[in-house]
């Protein structure tokens, strides 16, 4: 039988970039209609990989094999041509080009050699949408499309270029839960028509659910193929990370001592002017962790803005150390005490052209030590950043570099380092470990839970319910603006947060 | 292009329209002045037109041009300065030597435009620098030619400037011919005979004019309608994706910005080929930035900037009969005397526009960045 062919094999595959060594001697092999898992942190050299076996970069060393046979890839055109496909992380559409036009681009279906011929490639897109379950609308702009959506047209774009061999590049990074389910779908359809599917991920949940073989890849080098059956999640992670990850939170009782942020009757509106915060009011506590449970955009995004003085308040007040600083700028708040990791962390945390010494005081940099008579002291900057990344262990090549050569882990140790190296009473973080791995994300839960025991009272944002479970001491849940019910997290159980995320009222 | 710009443009021109028409009631017949308007707004919007759809090329691939005034000053002289070694040292008759003009023109603004490219593709300069470099290189260099084969003595021309072989001869299009046939009848009547010379009076026009309207057309269906257009507009909001899919982004871009430089070349040629018989130097005047500007108000849209570059075209017009109807402005006019004030008007217009007042254009998202694989 066909089971156990492979199509695509790479051996010995060796990368260097300057500095790096993103891949050194990795073997891999994609058999025919399998979903192959290629698991690993950021920065493990996966993509790499990837994209030397579609063409965007070059192999120092080692072969590709197609079928059997060695081929050489020196352009996406050529793995093209070998019925390679590839979905990137970040998706290669154009957004103001329809859905026909972006799968054809490059590959045009035309008259006269020259003429674009739409109507032939919607039927083409039909067919091929109807044929695997791939529900979309050839004519519709793709940038008003859902992500999911958007995915899918990715996906629909390597099959009309006829590819049996399918690369996915983190494809659930950017889904919701529903959405992902309905990927892994749309992938156990695809294999059963023949196609072999790489699935590259750090989530390990999914890997265990969908793949049938998983290679762990650490730092470059490929650390073991396996099954699921014949492994676990912990066992995973430990293949990632290289030592044993505490993937639960190990925390003791919390000691909630006086309020440290009370918030009273808060209304905050959205840019549009819509009141996307309704009259909400909670207090937190020194030494505990109050985690705000919901699914995103129930205005979680705006009351940490108002909070952290980003945007004004309607009405409502807001007390933070026994002071009203409501509708205070950011600096007074910060100097009350206020830390903030805050959502987008390329965004709104960091200024990414500015090396990791001058991010670490850009909350500090106008007072001494740092300047003097409005002078900067670099002495005392690099001091502090040299301190720092010792302190909170950021791997980075010196405090000099630009903080946007950095890993999103190192990137978010940068803030922390940054919002908690003064002194602190409130911590305010908004989804602190999106998007980050395995490695990164046990630090930072386990700095927020120091953070608690040495008494500083957290908020804690978050979408992710195993987070929100892990860290907080109550929590809160917000729907449509409000808090829907503050509830000891002891005492309450996952599906029924998950209840109340969907609008369910508690009873009482 | 939304219908809002469009009616805006529209209302625009009627307000130019009927300001000149209002002024000029008393000495001419509505018609003949709304004609002359016309006629001349056409012929004025062609350096306009060819250099927004200059731009229109660079842009859509993703390369902001700001040289387009330079890649016309360039082109208007050495299109010049080739009709006039064909006519006066190698003793060819006007048309043929018009017409290698025009193609040296164009060939020039070319040359430009590869060194754009290459500033801005290969060694990603900063793309308004590289523009700027352009027009300072084509001010110094039309100047210093102009001055050492003109009028230095012991030069080719011998200190002076010979007889060129004038301008491109315009092409009517027998359209009046058509309305006289029509009027004939209902019986030949004084009106019917006026709109009928109103009309050999709008389609009387040179060729690179008439060029430019027919290449407006081809622009939008080369641009939305063939594979060249949708690699071009892929490159210019998205090159990585377009490079996923196996298109070279770099001969993209160099291709489209030398086919740019090319149309701004005949925007060229048009003001020493076809406008007047002579070059004088910065004689392009500022035409290839409100070309760009052009582009930008018709949303880089080759209709649009059309429309766009029609405006403009009225506004100047406007000033050009302004001055026909000097002696009967009334009294509280008086300040539309100065021809100054009415000459200002396209800059205006150009500064409103690009204010955003009138609503926000958009523009491909990778223009003026670099691509780094």
């Known amino acids: 039988m066909t089971e156990n062919n492979i199509v695509l094999e790479a051996r010995g595959i060796t990368k260097q970039f300057p500095g790096v060594l993103a891949n050194d001697q990795v ?110 609308d050839p004519q519709a702009l793709v940038g008003q499309l859902p992500v999911g959506v958007q995915q899918r047209v990715e996906i629909i774009k390597t099959l009309y270029r006829d590819a049996s061999i399918l690369i996915l590049d983190e494809p659930t990074a950017v889904l919701t839960p529903q959405e992902a389910e309905d990927l892994f779908r749309i992938m156990h359809e695809l294999t059963e028509r023949g196609v072999s599917i790489i699935f590259i991920t750090h989530k390990l949940k999914e890997v265990l659910a969908i793949a049938d073989r998983i290679t762990v890849m650490r730092a470059g080098k490929v650390i073991g193929t396996v099954t699921p059956k014949e492994t ?49 009011s909670f207090e937190v506590r020194a030494g505990e962790v109050l985690g705000i449970a919901g699914v995103q955009g129930n205005g979680q995004t705006e009351l940490v803005e108002a909070l952290t003085g980003l945007r004004p308040t309607a009405s409502g007040r807001m007390l ?20 903030h990791v805050p959502e987008d962390r390329q965004r709104h945390g960091l200024v990414l052209n500015f090396s990791v010494a001058d991010n670490m005081v850009l909350n500090t940099y106008y ?32 405090p000099f570099v630009a903080v946007s050569k950095l890993s999103g882990g190192n990137q978010q140790k940068v803030i922390v380092a940054r919002e908690l190296s003064h002194g602190v009473k409130l911590l305010l973080a908004n989804q602190p470990t999106r998007g980050l791995d395995v490695g990164s994300i046990e630090y930072i839960h386990q700095e927020i839970v120091a953070m608690r025991d040495r008494g500083v009272g957290v908020l804690l944002v978050s979408a992710e319910l195993d987070e929100i479970m892990a860290l907080s001491d109550r929590i809160a849940v917000m729907y449509h603006g409000q808090i829907v019910t503050t509830v000891d997290a002891k005492k309450v159980t996952r599906e029924q947060l998950g209840l109340w995320m969907a609008g369910a009222r508690p009873e009482e | 292009m939304d219908w809002k710009r469009f009616l805006f443009i529209l209302l625009v021109i009627a307000v ?30 062609t350096p306009l037109t060819l250099g927004a759809l200059s731009g229109l090329f660079c842009e859509r691939s993703g390369v902001v041009n700001i040289g387009i005034e330079g890649m016309m000053l360039t082109a208007a002289f050495f299109g010049w300065l080739a009709a006039i070694y064909m ?21 020039s603004g070319g040359l430009m435009a590869l060194l754009h490219a290459a500033l801005s593709v290969t060694f990603k300069v900063d793309q308004i620098i590289g523009g700027t470099v352009i ?120 291709a489209n910005v030398i086919l740019g430089g090319m ?39 080759p209709f649009g900037a059309w429309a766009a570059s029609l405006v403009f075209g009225a506004a100047q017009a406007m000033q050009i009969n302004m001055q026909v109807f000097r002696d009967v402005i009334p009294p509280q006019w008086a300040f539309l005397q100065v021809s100054y004030v009415v000459g200002l008007a396209p800059y205006i217009l150009t500064m409103l526009i690009l204010t955003g007042i009138i609503g926000k254009t958009i523009p491909p998202a990778a223009d003026g960045v670099p691509y780094e694989k």
């Open chain 1, 27 to 136: 073997d891999f092999d994609l058999r025919n209609g399998e979903i192959h898992a290629l698991l690993g942190e950021n920065g493990a050299g996966k993509t790499t990989l990837m994209n030397i076996l579609y063409g965007l970069y070059h192999q120092d060393a080692g072969e590709v094999f197609l079928n059997g046979q060695p081929i050489e890839i020196h352009s996406s055109r050529d793995s093209i041509k070998a019925g390679i496909g590839m979905v990137h992380q970040h998706f290669m559409l154009v957004p103001v080009f329809s859905v026909a036009e972006n799968i054809m681009l490059g590959d045009e279906i035309t008259r006269l050699g020259m003429i674009l011929d739409e109507k032939a490639v919607a039927k083409r897109v039909l067919e091929l949408s109807r044929q695997y379950g791939l529900d979309v």
């Open chain 1, 232 to 280: 676990s999640e912990q066992k995973l992670a430990t293949m990632m990370v290289g030592r044993d990850v505490i993937l639960t939170v190990d925390k003791g009782l919390s000691q909630p001592g006086e309020e440290v942020l009370k918030v009273d009757r808060l209304k905050v509106h959205d840019f549009r002017g819509l009141e996307v915060v309704r009259e909400v």
């Open chain 1, 320 to 339: 933070f150390a026994g002071k009203d600083l409501t509708g205070k700028p950011p600096r007074p708040l910060t100097e009350t005490g206020m830390a």
């Open chain 1, 367 to 398: 007072r001494p030590p740092f300047a003097r008579f409005g002078v900067m002291q670099p002495e005392a900057i690099d001091a502090n950043a040299r301190n720092l990344v010792k302190e909170f262990d950021v791997r980075t090549p010196s």
């Open chain 2, 16 to 45: 130019l329209f009927g300001a000149v028409v209002l002024v000029g009631m008393v000495k001419q017949e509505p018609i003949i002045i709304i004609a002359s308007m016309l006629a001349t707004t056409i012929t004025v919007a």
């Open chain 2, 87 to 107: 006519s006066s040292i190698f003793g060819f008759p006007a048309l043929p030597s018009l017409l290698v003009g025009v193609f040296f023109a164009i060939v």
């Open chain 2, 135 to 254: 027009n300072i290189l084509a001010i110094g260099i039309t100047g210093f030619l102009n001055r050492q084969l003109f009028f230095e003595s012991g030069s080719v021309f011998g200190g002076t400037v010979p007889h060129g072989p004038g301008t491109l001869p315009n092409i009517l299009i027998p359209v009046g011919q058509g309305v006289k046939a029509i009027c004939g009848w209902f019986g030949p009547s004084e009106s019917c005979l006026t709109f009928a010379n109103s009309m050999d009076k709008i389609f009387s026009q040179g060729p690179i004019t008439y060029a430019a309207i027919l290449l407006v057309i081809l622009s939008h269906f080369v641009l939305f309608k063939t594979t060249w257009g949708l690699r071009t507009r892929s490159v210019g909001e998205h090159p990585r994706a377009a490079d996923t899919v196996g298109i070279n982004v770099a001969k993209m871009r160099y």
């Open chain 2, 263 to 301: 149309l701004a070349g005949l925007g060229g040629a048009y003001f020493t080929l076809e406008s007047v018989p002579s070059f004088e130097p910065l004689m392009t005047n500022g035409r290839g930035f409100i070309a760009l500007a052009a582009m930008i108000f018709g949303n880089w849209t």
